[in-house]
């Protein structure tokens, strides 16, 4: 069991860059895929990057390749977006979460644990 924690968000302008956190607490963090998604307001959540347990292996959705980079760090629990080139409609709420499911889980319902979310705001 894990429980992530986001933090990282902020208000940018467009191009800039920004890297999202996030820490989960709990002993088996390496044995769980981590996902990020993202809410925009009025619209679902979606999924946005993964990575796998050990291997780094990443995925992404087709929107944010080239400029999204998912990376983890297993000795500090922790997993990291690095978002380059901001644009006004990256604005949302991002949302880490932990999948014990075949790579790559890309629905919600595939991940087991959710943080709480960090606002990030693209201004133009």
């Known amino acids: 069991q894990v429980q992530p924690v986001e933090s990282g968000g902020g208000l940018v302008q467009t191009g800039d860059s920004l890297r999202l956190s996030c820490a989960a607490s709990g002993r088996t963090f390496s044995t769980y895929i981590m996902g990020w998604f993202r809410q925009a307001p009025g619209k679902e959540r979606k999924f946005i990057a993964c990575i796998a347990r050990k291997s780094g292996m990443t995925h992404y959705e087709d929107s944010v390749k080239g400029r999204f980079t998912i990376s983890r760090d297993n000795a500090k629990n922790t997993v990291y977006l690095q978002m380059n080139s901001l644009k006004p409609e990256d604005t949302a709420r991002y949302y880490c979460?932990?999948?014990?499911?075949?790579?790559?889980?890309?629905?919600?319902?595939?991940?087991?644990?959710w943080g709480q979310g960090t606002q990030v705001t693209v201004s133009s």
């Open positions: 979460a932990a999948s014990s499911r075949y790579f790559p889980p890309r629905a919600q319902n595939d991940y087991d644990y």
